[in-house]
């Protein structure tokens, strides 16, 4: 195990967490850490805004046309990074999720900085001055991605799984707290289903905080939540 900034040990996420619907696993994401670990740096930040997409039913998923060369990962096995490229200039951090076969995956929206703030800083080529401008660092799926260094030809298909992989995905114990649950965003199909999830008040989401309480009953019959 590693150790956490907290001093807390930070235990990688096994496999079959990934391996069910991804709006589970989206929501249960919320307050795990994205750890970045080789050359004797590590960089962990704290996952606070996330995106389900729903694989064969789900228009708005890459994987809804069925298994090519490009989109393989979100096929399975679970628990691995699918990495694309968006808009000519960034990429964005995916998981698969669902059994292995069966096409899903949650983006990674907004994190919360925890260590490494000084080189997540000089990969996104900005100054950090105080407190106020840490959202300009990982909020956002281009950002995060930058500042974590990720690409598709460093990270792609790698093991979210594993210590042995520079990146991966653990719990430290950190309650997420109060969850919200919205549209996606950024989007055109699709655009209605609730699939987005963040943390209640967390000032790293990227995106509306908006939550809708008559739409409550409708989120839970499509969560499954109590």
């Known amino acids: ?54 694989g064969a039913n789900d228009p708005a998923s890459h994987s809804y046309s069925g298994k090519t060369l490009r989109n393989d990962v979100l096929f399975g096995p679970p628990g691995y990074a699918y990495i694309y490229f968006i808009y000519g200039n960034h990429y964005c951090l995916n998981v698969s999720c669902n059994p292995d076969g069966k096409a899903g995956g949650v983006l990674f929206r907004a994190l919360e900085p925890i260590s490494g703030i000084d080189e997540m800083a000089l990969a996104r080529d900005i100054e950090v001055h105080g407190p106020k401008d840490l959202p300009k ?47 996606r965003i950024g989007i055109t199909k699709a655009a209605d289903e609730l699939l987005r999830y963040f943390i209640r008040g967390n000032r790293f989401v990227s995106g509306p905080r908006l939550f809708v309480k008559p739409l409550i009953r409708r989120i839970r019959r499509k969560t499954g939540a109590a």
Do not use: C
Request: charged content about 30%.
């Open 1 to 54: 195990m590693k150790e956490s900034p907290e001093g807390e040990a930070i235990r990688p996420l096994e496999r079959p967490f990934y391996a069910r619907n991804p709006r589970r696993v989206a929501r249960e994401l919320l307050g795990k850490v994205l750890v970045r670990q080789e050359a004797g740096k590590r960089l962990t930040a704290r996952i606070v805004e996330v995106e389900a997409y729903l």
């Open 137 to 183: 660092l990982t909020s956002g799926p281009g950002r995060l991605a930058e500042a974590f260094g990720i690409t598709r030809e460093r990270d792609n298909g790698g093991d979210l799984t594993s210590t042995d992989s520079s990146l991966w995905i653990g719990d430290d114990g950190h309650p997420a707290g109060k969850i919200q649950i919205t549209p």
